[in-house]
Nanobody, 119 residues
Framework: QVQLVESGGGSVQAGGSLRLSCTAS?????MGWFRQAPGKEREAVAA???????PYADSVKGRFTISRDNAKNMVFLQMNDLKPEDTGMYYC????????????????WGQGTQVTVSS
């Protein structure tokens, strides 16, 4: 069992930046970030499982960066040049099988941290 706790969400204006953090109760080889906007399905943002070439959703490429600190069992999401369409609840996830960008393939989830971007 892995427990995940996210932090770092908040409200920013378009063009601003936020850094999300997720702390895991234990080591997890695969960790990722998802988000869910009101009335929409949860979607993949990024995952850290391929070391130097983590996958990103097309909508965040070049703006978001995922990283991790294995010693502290933490994963981060640096979000730059935020846009109103980035607004949503951001969730940390751990351990998956199959395709990384399918939420149902991930085993553990955090409670989420809200990100709101105003225009």
């Amino acid at each position: 069992q892995v427990q995940l706790v996210e932090s770092g969400g908040g409200s920013v204006q378009a063009g601003g930046s936020l850094r999300l953090s997720c702390t895991a109760s234990g080591y997890s080889r695969w960790m990722g970030w998802f988000r869910q906007a009101p009335g929409k399905e949860r979607e993949a943002v990024a995952a850290y499982y391929r070391g130097n070439s983590p996958p990103y959703a097309d909508s965040v490429k070049g703006r978001f960066t995922i990283s991790r600190d294995n010693a502290k069992n933490m994963v981060f999401l640096q979000m730059n040049d935020l846009k109103p369409e980035d607004t949503g609840m951001y969730y940390c996830a751990a351990e998956f099988s199959g395709v990384w960008n399918v939420p149902s393939n991930w085993k553990y989830w955090g409670q989420g941290t809200q990100v709101t971007v105003s225009s």
